[in-house]
């Protein structure tokens, strides 16, 4: 029973959760099979750093008086009620939805006055809801079908809520097909996977100076759409969901407000990508925003990639106090096990950019390379700090060593062609003599023209050299 599923989901389970499931498992109303429960105190005995024979299926079942056949049913029902807690669990988090169903359930008993006040109650507790979701929107459409039903149950045909209904279902609808829509876009963008948008093409144009663009939902996804789509306007459209995220953030749930902030930001790089330097102050100023909201956290932590990403910002902008305190403050936040990498690695690019190269390359030899382009970005700094302090010989090597580890990695797609140019451009500055300026100016303009280039700049400051 080692890996089965049933240990595996209980074993990930938070210390609290598991006391709520102990409490679950004790309840006969809600498991009826007393060997489940039987299997289940065993399980809980031995979850952690129980020898493996004592999980081996022979043995639990001799230790719990079964068969092997009788113990793969029990498991299944174990595993059955670990699933039904984990919905439950789920559902206790959803207010609106527990409400929309206690109202049904009045209504279907024929309780038409406890089912119209507990309406009442419900649409005043979705009010107060400070977030104004697709959920939200969802929950809306739900009440504003039970209070139609319950008015057709109590023959009030005159007051039947049917423009509400539809006003309800269309904005829940419309916001959660804009978010799919921006999904898409986001996803094809890396995958170059084209997708089939059913109706999304219809419902912008339905929405082109609409009055629902005045709802922060369908108004956040929509400009973000548009932002992503690349077409005409797209500043536009960015500049709008800034303003949005700006006065609305606290309209929006945990989950919406991540989509949204990474829309925006992924808006920006792909415009610094292009060579347009001026997004890095709004890119700078999201990912503060994002900071300050724990938009940019994914179950409280901070990937190194979005890490990393708000270093690079930063030091294009110069923003060196505000790096530093960044760097420790946040560190502490990136998963255990990608810790001291991303920070030795951000440190030697502060250091590097702030001119003590000496720590710099410190902080490099500390770091332990687990990603193909981490390390490629690495090998690349140490080049460009050897250029720099003229120990050409160590450049040369790092050179070497660069292209030996182009060969071994097959799969690197455009990343190969831009390292083999950087090595490429580098040994040609490196091969020029004193006084050439017709071939100073011959290397400038491969440079310029180079079709993907990442260290353009730092090339052209160094031929000013």
Same mark, same amino acid.
């Given at each position: 029973?080692? %890996?089965?599923?049933?240990?595996?989901?209980?074993?990930?389970?938070?210390?609290?959760?598991?006391?709520?499931?102990?409490?679950?498992?004790?309840?006969?109303?809600?498991?009826?099979?007393?060997?489940?429960?039987?299997?289940?105190?065993? /399980?809980?005995?031995? /979850?952690?750093? +129980?020898?493996?024979? @004592? *999980?081996?299926?022979?043995?639990?079942?001799?230790?719990?008086?079964?068969?092997?056949?009788?113990?793969?049913?029990?498991?299944?029902? *174990?595993? @059955? #009620?670990?699933?039904?807690?984990?919905?439950?669990?789920?559902?206790?988090?959803?207010?609106?939805?527990?409400?929309?169903?206690?109202?049904?359930?009045?209504?279907?008993?024929?309780?038409?006055?406890?089912? #119209?006040?507990?309406?009442?109650?419900?649409?005043?507790?979705?009010?107060?809801?400070?977030?104004?979701? +697709?959920?939200?929107?969802?929950?809306?459409?739900? /009440?504003? &079908?039970?209070? !139609?039903?319950?008015?057709?149950?109590?023959?009030?045909?005159?007051?039947?809520?049917?423009? @509400?209904?539809? $006003?309800?279902? $269309?904005? +829940?609808?419309?916001?959660?097909?804009?978010?799919?829509? =921006?999904?898409?876009?986001?996803?094809?963008?890396?995958?170059?996977?084209?997708?089939?948008?059913? &109706?999304?093409?219809?419902?912008?144009?339905?929405?082109?100076?609409?009055?629902?663009?005045?709802?922060?939902?369908?108004?956040?996804?929509?400009?973000?759409?548009?932002? *992503?789509?690349?077409?005409?306007?797209?500043?536009?459209?960015?500049?709008?969901?800034?303003?949005?995220?700006?006065?609305?953030?606290?309209? !929006?749930?945990?989950?919406?407000?991540?989509?949204?902030?990474?829309?925006?930001? %992924? !808006? =920006?790089?792909?415009?610094?990508?292009?060579?347009?330097?001026?997004?890095?102050?709004?890119?700078?100023?999201?990912?503060?925003?994002?900071?300050?909201?724990?938009?940019?956290?994914?179950?409280?932590?901070?990937?190194?990639?979005?890490?990393?990403?708000?270093?690079?910002?930063?030091?294009?902008?110069?923003?060196?106090?505000?790096?530093?305190?960044?760097?420790?403050?946040? #560190?502490?936040?990136?998963?255990?096990?990608?810790?001291?990498?991303?920070?030795? !690695?951000?440190?030697?690019?502060?250091?590097?950019?702030?001119?003590?190269?000496? $720590?710099?390359?410190?902080? &490099?030899?500390?770091?332990?390379?687990?990603?193909?382009?981490?390390?490629?970005?690495?090998?690349?700094?140490? =080049?460009?700090?050897?250029?720099?302090?003229?120990?050409?010989?160590?450049?040369? %090597?790092? &050179? $070497?060593?660069?292209?030996?580890?182009?060969?071994?990695?097959?799969?690197?797609?455009?990343?190969?062609?831009?390292?083999? #140019?950087?090595?490429?451009?580098?040994?040609?500055? /490196?091969?020029?003599?004193?006084? %050439?300026?017709?071939?100073?100016?011959?290397?400038?303009?491969?440079?310029?023209?180079?079709?993907?280039?990442? @260290?353009?700049?730092?090339?052209?400051?160094?031929?000013?050299?």
């Amino acid at each position: 029973m080692q %890996n089965t599923p049933v240990l595996q989901i209980l074993r990930s389970l938070p210390p609290n959760t598991l006391k709520a499931f102990d409490k679950y498992m004790a309840s006969p109303y809600l498991v009826t099979h007393a060997g489940a429960a039987q299997l289940y105190d065993y /399980l809980r005995a031995r /979850l952690h750093d +129980a020898p493996v024979a @004592e *999980l081996d299926q022979a043995t639990v079942a001799r230790a719990l008086g079964e068969t092997p056949r009788r113990l793969y049913h029990l498991t299944s029902y *174990l595993l @059955e #009620a670990v699933e039904q807690f984990l919905a439950l669990e789920s559902w206790k988090t959803t207010l609106h939805d527990s409400h929309v169903l206690t109202v049904e359930a009045l209504r279907r008993l024929q309780l038409d006055d406890l089912s #119209a006040g507990m309406l009442r109650y419900a649409r005043k507790r979705l009010d107060a809801d400070p977030h104004r979701s +697709a959920e939200y929107h969802r929950a809306g459409y739900r /009440l504003q &079908l039970e209070a !139609f039903h319950l008015s057709q149950q109590q023959g009030r045909a005159k007051s039947l809520n049917l423009q @509400e209904l539809s $006003d309800a279902q $269309d904005v +829940a609808f419309i916001t959660e097909k804009l978010r799919t829509g =921006c999904l898409l876009l986001s996803h094809q963008a890396v995958s170059k996977r084209a997708y089939e948008k059913g &109706l999304l093409n219809q419902l912008l144009i339905f929405l082109d100076g609409h009055p629902y663009l005045e709802i922060p939902s369908v108004a956040a996804f929509y400009h973000g759409y548009y932002a *992503l789509a690349g077409d005409a306007g797209s500043d536009r459209h960015f500049r709008r969901l800034k303003e949005l995220l700006h006065a609305h953030t606290e309209a !929006f749930p945990v989950a919406e407000v991540h989509d949204l902030y990474l829309i925006a930001i %992924n !808006f =920006c790089i792909r415009r610094i990508n292009q060579a347009e330097g001026q997004y890095f102050r709004d890119v700078f100023d999201l990912y503060q925003s994002g900071l300050q909201h724990g938009a940019l956290l994914e179950n409280g932590s901070l990937s190194r990639w979005t890490y990393t990403n708000i270093v690079l910002a930063a030091l294009n902008l110069q923003e060196y106090d505000w790096t530093f305190r960044f760097l420790h403050d946040y #560190a502490p936040l990136l998963p255990a096990n990608h810790r001291e990498g991303a920070l030795n !690695f951000n440190l030697a690019r502060y250091y590097y950019d702030t001119g003590n190269y000496t $720590d710099a390359m410190q902080h &490099l030899l500390r770091m332990e390379y687990d990603d193909v382009l981490q390390n490629l970005v690495a090998k690349t700094l140490l =080049c460009k700090i050897y250029f720099e302090k003229e120990e050409f010989s160590a450049l040369e %090597n790092q &050179l $070497d060593s660069i292209e030996i580890y182009l060969r071994r990695k097959k799969v690197l797609g455009y990343h190969k062609e831009n390292y083999l #140019a950087i090595v490429r451009m580098l040994r040609k500055i /490196l091969s020029l003599q004193p006084g %050439n300026t017709p071939g100073k100016e011959a290397i400038r303009r491969q440079i310029e023209n180079a079709p993907v280039l990442t @260290e353009r700049e730092w090339f052209l400051k160094q031929l000013q050299r």
